[in-house]
């Protein structure tokens, strides 16, 4: 079955920084690779899609890479601001092609002042 | 934007009884729902697809009687609780897929505690 790594350990960074989060994958490569912000008592706010024939997209201050054969996404805030301190999961399509996304545990960013 | 709701954000509730759990989908119509619990510090469980006018399909592992799912309009899904009990404590999160959109974007309501004692 697929399995959605995302660095359980919290990401601290200073306000102003790039900051980078990684999302590796195992067995399957998805059709896409969705990001999301998950703020605490609250639910997930879609950012940014990225499909497998896309090496990047971009969002404002927002980027995403897609690397299939490492099988990896990396998520970049460049400009960081105490305002993006939340958790980010990334979520893939199952097989078949089916619009439903399986989520990763996500990864705590936090942005110092 | 695209806007789902939920009611209650916050139910305390004693063991045994039942909550219901309404997802509504504010300024689109969506066919199909999703259904997620979502426990502390881990990721979202997909429950069950709700769709429109036919039967739920739950997730292997989830009990379709205890998880009731009623999405009775294109804007309204309701999963009830049946006889909670402590272990269904959790973060419920429901979603809504744009009929009329792309199909690939989820819109996520804004979850409901629910502490069963």
Same mark, same amino acid.
Request: glycine share 6%; charged share 20%.
């Given at each position: 079955?697929?399995?959605?790594?995302?660095?359980?350990?919290?990401? *601290?960074?200073?306000?102003?920084? $790039?900051? $980078?989060?990684?999302? *590796?994958?195992? *067995?399957?490569?998805?059709?896409?690779?969705?990001?999301?912000?998950?703020?605490?008592?609250?639910?997930? @706010? =879609? #950012? #940014?899609?990225?499909?497998?024939?896309?090496?990047?997209?971009?969002?404002?201050? #927002?980027?995403?890479? =897609?690397? $299939?054969?490492?099988?990896?996404?990396? =998520?970049?805030? $460049?400009?960081?601001?105490?305002?993006?301190?939340?958790?980010?999961?990334?979520?893939?399509?199952?097989?078949?092609?089916?619009?439903?996304?399986? =989520?990763?545990?996500?990864?705590? #960013?936090? @942005?110092?002042? | 934007?695209?806007?789902?709701?939920?009611?209650?954000?916050?139910?305390?509730?004693?063991?045994?009884?039942?909550?219901?759990?309404?997802?509504?989908?504010?300024?689109?119509?969506?066919?199909?729902?999703?259904?997620?619990?979502?426990?502390?510090?881990?990721?979202?469980?997909?429950?069950?697809?709700?769709?429109?006018?036919?039967?739920?399909?739950?997730?292997?592992?989830?009990?379709?009687?205890?998880?009731?799912?009623?999405?009775?309009?294109?804007?309204?899904?309701?999963?009830?609780?049946?006889?909670?009990?402590?272990?269904?404590?959790?973060?419920?999160?429901?979603?809504?897929?744009?009929?009329?959109?792309?199909?690939?974007?989820?819109?996520?309501?804004?979850?409901?505690?629910?502490?069963?004692?």
């Amino acid at each position: 079955s697929q399995k959605i790594e995302q660095n359980s350990e919290a990401l *601290n960074i200073q306000e102003g920084k $790039t900051a $980078t989060l990684t999302c *590796n994958y195992t *067995n399957y490569s998805p059709a896409y690779l969705q990001w999301y912000r998950q703020d605490p008592g609250r639910g997930p @706010v =879609f #950012l #940014l899609l990225i499909r497998e024939n896309e090496k990047e997209k971009r969002k404002e201050r #927002l980027k995403v890479t =897609f690397d $299939t054969t490492l099988k990896q996404s990396l =998520f970049h805030i $460049t400009a960081s601001q105490p305002a993006d301190s939340a958790t980010y999961l990334c979520a893939l399509d199952m097989p078949g092609g089916s619009y439903i996304p399986t =989520f990763g545990r996500g990864t705590s #960013l936090i @942005v110092h002042p | 934007g695209a806007v789902v709701s939920q009611h209650p954000s916050r139910v305390i509730c004693k063991s045994g009884t039942s909550v219901k759990i309404e997802c509504r989908s504010l300024d689109f119509q969506a066919t199909t729902m999703f259904w997620y619990r979502q426990f502390p510090k881990q990721s979202l469980m997909l429950m069950a697809t709700s769709n429109e006018g036919s039967k739920a399909t739950y997730e292997q592992g989830v009990e379709k009687d205890k998880f009731l799912i009623n999405h009775a309009s294109l804007t309204l899904s309701t999963l009830t609780v049946t006889s909670a009990h402590p272990e269904d404590s959790s973060f419920y999160i429901c979603s809504a897929v744009n009929s009329g959109g792309a199909g690939d974007e989820q819109f996520f309501g804004p979850g409901t505690r629910l502490t069963v004692l």
